[in-house]
């Protein structure tokens, strides 16, 4: 035998009265009528039955009925409702009673009571037509009927028959869970415990909303699964923005919400409610700060050799400042020998390998297949403060953290890009501007290049030229690279297939220079090496030539120029290079200037040119308000110190 756990105490024993067992696992109570002796065993069990099928039906909740009222009124319907639930429906105590006053059939052929009882007939369903109907709806001791009008096919609600406004709709129902972090600040059981202190906090203020009298409370409450996504957007908010103090920053607002007053908790509401309203017109930004030197033209040209970057120590940084020689030209061309074509994707890192002149068996220009990789820079967010350790990385381009993602973007083949002197020499020589034996046409010249990547690695692609400080455009062609073409990088370049396509000749004068009003033509030189000897037609060594980040320019063009203001240096980073601040931020940060907004469509090498420019005479107008600080005059473009200063050649330089 097995010890008695009570799972039989509520079955009838079988083989009550007659069971001899002391410890019986069965109950063997009876009402006092059934245990009369007198009475047969198969009309007890039959009884025993019907009580317990009588309690199952008491303790189930009771069925709503739909009656029909064609022929019949409300009244009648009310009555046939209540006799209804009475026979169908008796308590125990009236059972009882019933059993008490109605003595039970000797005869075996006697039928038990519960077959004459007296019940109500089904209600009769009634056609379906457009018409009214009465929908019986039970609300405590007596059912009452209330007139829904529904459609034809559509059978009445009950919810339908409730006043008040209907229940916001909303998406599916979250579960009071904390969501995934990479990091998490505490463990899992932490994070629900505080999330279900928050929560419950939460649904105290709403319920309190929705007892006030307020007229916006209709708004300004929300439904249970509004309250868990709330307590869950917050709480995952705290643990990925603070995960050092994460505890004390959600202790504190469950805190604050459990002191909050109710007027508190509705200006939060009104809060976050007006935030997910469409905005409004947007501020007008202010406008763009004017460059105002002081000084003409000419005197600015004057000034402008003071801004002049110096030689020494710029080839740490990519800067070109000499040819490479013969021997180191022929180490280099045996290490291209030796690794046989195989190269470092600029994107994605991978190791591929390239066909200049197409793979013979296929035509291919690389290997490896497709490329996927993010095409901006990763970027650390800022921290906050209270926070102990710094943020994970994430790309600009996607906010996907990085070593998490592997990339967001795809291109059809691996591309590199060359930064050694000797093997950009190897591909194309390095030349020096000519010297000063020309005359100097302009005073100086803005420069911007676009590349894109090729069997050859970063080429150049567009050159660009405009005089300064006047910004006339006196060069702008498009270049096609010796190697073939792997990606134009139209996204940062900002050419395009079509736009060699509808390319002209740069020597032919005869053909259109416009494919509509607003969409010029460029004109096409065959090869880089035409493009700098153009560009060498605007400059001697002694002309500064402006432009933003210019190692990169130079060395796409293969140009050695001493004589260079580039806007990185002349506004340094503070930590120093190889940090630079970008150009886009520079024109927005000190002329409030938007820049580069094409976006997808890349930059536009007439402007960037142009902005640097731009710059260049914003800083001449700083220098010469420090110098007229100083006592410097100026006189028929000529520029005197004060009495008794003696300034050297280039000790004015900043």
């Not at 309250?227 to 923005?241: G, H, N, P, S, V």
């Not at 920053?249 to 309203?277: D, P, Q, Y």
């Not at 600015?300 to 021997?327: C, D, F, K, W």
């Not at 792997?486 to 060699?500: A, C, E, K, M, T």
């Amino acid at each position: 035998m097995f010890s008695s756990l009570g799972f039989f105490k509520q079955t009838p024993c079988p083989e009550y009265p007659h069971c001899s067992l002391t410890p019986c696992l069965f109950s063997h109570n009876r009402h006092p009528n059934l245990n009369d002796s007198t009475t047969p065993r198969k009309t007890s069990a039959v009884h025993t039955l019907e009580l317990d099928e009588e309690r199952a039906e008491v303790d189930q909740p009771r069925k709503r009925r739909r009656v029909s009222a064609e022929n019949q009124d409300h009244s009648l319907l009310r009555n046939a409702s209540k006799e209804s639930s009475k026979a169908s429906f008796p308590s125990i105590s009236q059972a009882n009673v019933l059993q008490a006053e109605e003595p039970l059939q000797d005869s075996d052929d006697a039928l038990p009571r519960t077959a004459s009882r007296i019940i109500s007939p089904p209600p009769r369903r009634a056609a379906r037509a457009p018409t009214t109907k009465h929908t019986l709806i039970s609300n405590g001791p007596a059912a009452k009927t209330q007139v829904i009008q529904t459609d034809e096919s559509t059978p009445a609600p009950l919810s339908a028959a409730k006043k008040g406004p209907s229940p916001r709709v909303t998406g599916p129902v979250e579960t009071l869970n904390p969501k995934m972090l990479l990091s998490p600040p505490v463990s899992h059981p932490i994070r629900l415990k505080l999330l279900t202190m928050l929560h419950e906090q939460m649904t105290r203020l709403n319920d309190e909303m929705k007892q006030s009298e307020d007229a916006s409370k209709a708004t300004l409450t929300m439904s249970a699964s509004e309250l868990i996504t709330q307590a869950l957007d917050e709480e995952f908010q705290m643990a990925r923005k603070s995960p050092a103090v994460y505890q004390n920053v959600i202790k504190s607002r469950i805190m604050v919400l459990k002191k909050m007053k109710l007027a508190v908790w509705k200006s939060e509401r009104m809060k976050k409610t007006a935030e997910r309203l469409p905005k409004s017109v947007p501020k007008e930004s202010s406008p763009p700060k004017p460059i105002e030197t002081g000084l003409t033209s000419a005197e600015e040209v004057a000034l402008v050799p003071r801004l002049v970057a110096q030689q020494e120590g710029l080839n740490r940084h990519g800067y070109i400042t000499s040819m490479p020689t013969e021997t180191e030209l022929e180490t280099a061309r045996k290490g291209v020998e030796s690794a046989q074509g195989w190269e470092l994707c600029d994107r994605c890192s991978t190791r591929f390998q390239v066909f200049p002149g197409r793979r013979e068996e296929d035509g291919a220009l690389t290997s490896g297949g497709h490329c996927t990789y993010h095409w901006a820079k990763p970027r650390r967010p800022e921290m906050v403060k209270g926070e102990n350790r710094p943020r994970d990385l994430k790309y600009a381009c996607c906010d996907q953290t990085v070593g998490v993602s592997t990339g967001c973007t795809r291109a059809e083949s691996h591309v590199f890009k060359i930064s050694d002197s000797k093997r950009l020499a190897m591909i194309m020589p390095f030349e020096t501007t000519p010297g000063t034996d020309r005359p100097n046409i302009h005073g100086a010249v803005c420069f911007d290049c676009e590349m894109g990547y090729s069997t050859f690695g970063l080429e150049l692609v567009r050159l660009t030229a405009t005089a300064w400080p006047d910004g006339r455009m006196v060069l702008d062609v498009l270049v096609r690279p010796l190697g073939e073409v792997l990606d134009l990088n139209s996204r940062f370049s900002g050419v395009w297939p079509d736009d060699y396509a509808n390319a002209i000749p740069y020597n032919d004068a005869s053909q259109q220079v416009t494919i509509d009003a607003t969409t010029p033509r460029l004109r096409i030189v065959d090869s880089p090496v035409k493009a700098r000897k153009l560009l060498f037609e605007l400059l001697r060594q002694d002309t500064p030539l402006i432009g933003h980040a210019l190692e990169n320019d130079l060395n796409a063009a293969r140009i050695i120029h001493p004589t260079i203001i580039d806007t990185a240096l002349l506004f340094p980073h503070p930590r120093g290079l190889p940090l630079r601040f970008g150009l886009k931020m520079l024109m927005k940060k000190h002329l409030n200037r938007d820049i580069q907004m094409g976006g997808s469509h890349g930059h536009d090498s007439k402007e960037d040119a142009r902005a640097a420019g731009d710059l260049v005479r914003y800083r001449i107008g700083e220098m010469w308000r420090k110098m007229k600080g100083e006592g410097w005059t100026k006189k028929d473009g000529e520029f005197f110190p004060p009495p008794g200063l003696s300034v050297p050649n280039g000790a004015a330089r900043e």
